[in-house]
């Protein structure tokens, strides 16, 4: 597990449901592609793993990287 913290102003919840959706983001049009966390997910997820989210309001966020463990 990887886990980076903010202390940025929180994600709201009804926006965590959609932040890993291709082309979502929260920018301007024309200012962003939102690709970067549908990519991330979809890269954990084809290796086993996932990613969590925990946002609070005005106390940041919190991603989990979890990738699983495997013995070769």
């Known amino acids: ?10 994600i709201p919840k009804d ?4 932040i890993f ?8 049009t024309g200012q962003g592609t939102g690709l970067g966390l549908s990519l991330s997910y979809d890269i954990l997820k084809a290796h086993g ?16 990287l979890v990738l699983p463990l495997t013995n070769k």
């Open 21 to 28: 959706q291709p082309f979502f983001t929260t920018k301007p």
């Open 49 to 64: 793993g996932r990613i969590e989210v925990q946002s609070q309001p005005n106390e940041g966020t919190i991603f989990t």
């Open 1 to 10: 597990m990887v886990s980076v913290r903010d202390n940025g102003p929180g």
């Open 15 to 18: 926006v965590i449901d959609k």
